[in-house]
């Protein structure tokens, strides 16, 4: 695109964006089981959209010059504090960097002689990974059970060292949807003087109101000794537009190591609670909103309705011939798997339906899965959800595996890709049916099939050279 010589009728660029998401996802009614949460509540969705635009050109950046900023946020942060055991919080742009801030304190908090580590279950999210690659912190991981997906707490014992600055609990791991035993690592962590942090940034804002419902929820937040952090997405099941999170300290003085604060430059003075400095207020006025139309009443009824739903899910997979459903989740994330069936074909059989249902790699002995986020609007269709995943399975038996062009996978894992550049490596892609500058929902089964066989150091190497060659 070059910048057009005179400004566009608003009309003309509202239509040019509708066509430019004719071949996205649908962000509501349900078919789409994970990156978007939908309440299903069109009046909800209009408080969120008016106080975000409301709240769009506020800079974030000077406290002292929008005081709403600070007023907003200490009522956000409040409320999250007080339904998650306490603390002192901050108002981030999303789970990685909440998780972002949680090991920047941990660091400066415990200063050591060699390397900062922080061990780190082999489910958790890879925003820790993130983190530490971004904050020269080390990640020692840590196995989980086969069978339960549950992070091991002797492992996790053996895994602290004189250098581990932060030890990690999932409340509940985004692959199974099951929370690690929170009670026991933060007891471990806390033996040793090592800090705990608990990711709920999927779990925060849904396990206390599926406990209220009536769900099994062990102990996971600020409430359970040792834990020392915790972070909290909004815009997962609080239903905020995207960009809100908060991440909790279990005291004052861990927060402000989190904080960044600069006057060693002749401008203005820099104080920062979280990595970015400007930016706008409207997540955090749709955040705002968001809680205001819902209440306990509106959270605690959609609380309802997702366990309900994640019951029948999970009942109704177990009854399909060939698939199982992977652990026993107490949250509302259900992933399935298959020893008969190929879920990455199953996953395309799906989305040719109409239906998203996100497919999941094997690693570290957990195999290859489909996943589905079931959110406060899918009790509504969740008996056409297992029709659909019922006749995708049997589409999928009848096509049989993936089939990948003999030597595919040695071709991609001897690849020299800092050799390549990115026409050369979309060349490549197209040679084995993969169109890169494509549009609609392409078949993925043999991208994920190729990816599946290679090492965890390929996948990554193939899949930033992906991100550069989509965006060339």
Not at 211 to 240: I, M, N, Q, W
Not at 334 to 350: M, T
Not at 407 to 422: E, F, N, Q, S, T
């Amino acid at each position: 695109m070059s910048l057009p010589e005179k400004g566009r009728d608003i009309e003309e660029l509202l239509a040019e964006i509708s066509r430019l998401k004719q071949d996205d996802l649908p962000v509501r009614g349900g078919k789409v089981t994970a990156y978007v949460y939908d309440t299903g509540r069109p009046e909800v969705h209009e408080a969120a959209a008016r106080a975000y635009f409301e709240m769009l050109e506020v800079n974030t950046l000077d406290p002292t010059a929008f005081p709403s900023v600070v007023e907003m946020e200490k009522q956000v942060v409040g409320a999250v504090a007080e339904l998650l055991g306490g603390g002192s919080g901050i108002f981030t742009s999303g789970g990685t960097e909440s998780i972002m801030l949680a090991v920047k304190a941990a660091r400066d908090a415990r200063p050591v002689g060699g390397r900062p580590r922080m061990a780190v279950p082999v489910t958790a999210h890879p925003a820790f990974h993130k983190a530490a690659h971004y904050l020269g912190v080390a990640v020692d991981a840590v196995p989980v059970d086969p069978v339960t997906f549950r992070a091991s707490v002797a492992a996790v014992e053996e895994a602290i060292t004189e250098d581990t600055v932060l030890v990690v609990a999932s409340a509940p791991s985004y692959p199974q949807g099951v929370v690690d035993p929170v009670a026991e690592i933060a007891a471990a962590a806390s033996a040793r003087g090592v800090l705990c942090h608990v990711d709920a940034c999927v779990g925060g804002w849904l396990l206390p109101w599926l406990r209220e419902a009536g769900a099994r929820v062990p102990p996971f937040d600020l409430s359970v000794p040792g834990v020392t952090s915790l972070s909290c997405d909004l815009h997962k099941f609080g239903y905020s537009p995207k960009g809100a999170s908060v991440v909790l300290f279990a005291d004052p003085a861990l927060r402000r190591k989190a904080y960044f604060a600069s006057a060693s430059w002749p401008g203005y003075t820099v104080i920062n609670a979280t990595v970015q400095s400007s930016k706008s207020a409207g997540p955090l006025g749709g955040a705002w909103a968001t809680f205001q139309a819902l209440g306990r009443e509106g959270y605690l009824e959609l609380g309802r309705a997702t366990l309900a739903a994640a019951r029948r899910l999970r009942e109704g997979v177990a009854g399909i011939p060939g698939l199982r459903v992977l652990g026993d989740p107490e949250s509302a994330l259900v992933a399935f798997g298959s020893d008969e069936v190929d879920v990455f074909v199953l996953s395309d059989e799906a989305r040719k339906r109409g239906w998203f249902l996100q497919p999941q790699l094997s690693y570290a002995g957990i195999p290859a899965n489909i996943h589905i986020t079931v959110t406060g609007v899918t009790l509504r269709g969740v008996e056409a959800m297992l029709e659909v995943i019922a006749e995708s399975a049997e589409a999928a038996r009848e096509r049989g595996p993936a089939a990948l062009p003999e030597g595919l996978v040695d071709l991609v894992a001897g690849l020299d890709l800092d050799a390549l550049d990115d026409a050369a490596f979309g060349e490549l892609a197209a040679a084995v049916g993969v169109d890169l500058g494509g549009s609609g929902q392409p078949e993925m089964a043999v991208v994920n099939a190729v990816l599946d066989a290679l090492p965890a150091d390929r996948r990554e190497a193939v899949l930033i050279r992906f991100l550069s060659v989509i965006y060339a």
